[in-house]
């Protein structure tokens, strides 16, 4: 099995290193002027890799139609902390630049590694015949990838809020907007609970959410409620 994940493993990175347009979303993301849309940028070509290598892999793993748990686990925890990892660094550095550009001396706060998500990804895939969901497990791949940079932007506004700053979280629609994106889409003040709503991604979202720090300080505390945005 290790032979297996190896393979996978170097087919990943040969995708990601022959990736054009991820290595010019890495200049952007390692340069001065980065903003949260290149890394989300990122994060999404990046899980799109995992997710073809995944692709190209499980069918000639499965048994009955199904992957076995210790295979799928294996993979996953691997594969997934190893997304985690590139996407997270990347989410440091971008935060760290739109830090010192605020004037802000706080350090980056590195994302949550969310394994949960992992652990239901895993289920996800060996509870059903693998066929019948590889196109949604697949694009929850990259949704996994994605959350890394939300997670990113919820937990250094809410440690700016905490050191007395004032967040402001702006979402905006990317493409075709479903009716779910248009009701996120917005600027909103940081709360404590945007994670239920604002933060939310349905599979295939490209919208952008972006948090540009400031030193500005809490002078009014506006309570974020469910659909009702920061008045423009």
């Not at 693998?130 to 940079?149: A, G, P, R």
């Not at 700053?165 to 909103?188: S, Y």
Request: proline letters at 3%; one cysteine or more; a negative charge.
């Amino acid at each position: 099995m290790t032979e297996v994940l190896e393979s996978i493993q170097q087919s990943w990175n040969d995708k990601l290193n022959n990736n054009k347009k991820i290595a010019k979303i890495l200049k952007a993301v390692q340069g001065e002027n980065a903003v949260y849309p290149d890394v989300e940028e990122l994060s999404y070509e990046i899980g799109q890799e995992l997710a073809n290598t995944y692709k190209e892999y499980f069918p000639q793993l499965l048994k009955d139609g199904y992957m076995p748990e210790d295979i799928a686990r294996e993979i996953l925890e691997s594969t997934l902390k190893s997304d985690y990892d590139i996407v997270s660094d990347a989410a440091v550095d971008v935060q760290t630049v739109l830090n010192t550009k605020a004037g802000i001396g706080l350090n980056a706060v590195r994302p949550e590694y969310d394994i949960d998500r992992v652990e239901g990804l895993i289920k996800y895939l060996i509870e059903n015949e693998y066929l019948n969901i590889e196109l949604s497990f697949l694009e929850s791949v990259v949704n996994y990838s994605q959350h890394t940079v939300d997670q990113s932007i919820s937990d250094n506004a809410e440690f700016h809020k905490n050191a007395g700053f004032q967040p402001i979280i702006v979402r905006k629609l990317v493409g075709g907007a479903c009716e779910f994106c248009k009701q996120r889409a917005g600027t909103w003040d940081y709360s404590d609970d945007m994670s239920n709503f604002v933060f939310e991604r349905h599979l295939n979202c490209k919208c952008t959410i972006q948090y540009i720090p400031s030193k500005q300080k809490i002078v009014l505390i506006r309570n974020y409620k469910k659909g009702k945005k920061k008045k423009q």
